[in-house]
Every structure is written in C-alpha cells, then in structure tokens.
C-alpha cells in the first residue's frame, strides 16, 4: 500500500482512469457490433449509416488513446471491405 501523499492520489487517478476506458471500450464495442450485425442482416444504406457512426467512434477512442491509431485504422478497413462487398452483392 501506498504511503506518500502523491502514490495515493496516482492510485485513485488511475482508478478514475481504468472506470473511464472500461467505459468508453464497452461502448465502443457495442458499436461495432451492432455495425457488423447490419452488415450481415441490414440493407446498404442502414450498413452505411453505421459504417460512419463506427469509424466517427473509432476515430474518437483513437485521438483519446483508448485505442491505438492503427488497430482503429485497421478495424476501419475490416469494416468497409465488408460494406463494400454488401454493395457489390446488393449491386449485382
């Protein structure tokens, strides 16, 4: 256990913190999922509208540093190989 004064306020900070990302993550999971479930299930244009919505989230946890830029860019690009095939079926 702590015993200086600035340990014990890094370790309630860092609390603070942990509570703050587990948050943000679960959201930003459950955004994902709900675009990849539309992709699978959806018409293209409700696949586009949360095709945005993911990567505006994705973008958003990136700048925070909740998510690395580029597991963000590569979720990014997962998800819009997928909408581009949905287009291309619902297309052809």
Do not use: V, Y
């Amino acid at each position: 256990m702590a015993h200086s004064l600035h340990r014990k306020k890094r370790i309630r900070q860092n609390l603070t913190r942990k509570m703050r990302n587990r948050a943000r993550r679960s959201a930003l999971k459950t955004r994902l999922r709900t675009c990849r479930e539309t992709l699978q299930r959806g018409t293209p244009e409700q696949a586009e509208l949360r095709f945005r919505e993911a990567c505006a989230a994705l973008d958003r946890e990136a700048a925070r540093g909740t998510l690395h830029r580029n597991a963000a860019a590569r979720r990014k690009s997962r998800l819009a190989a997928r909408l581009n095939a949905l287009k291309a079926k619902a297309a052809g």
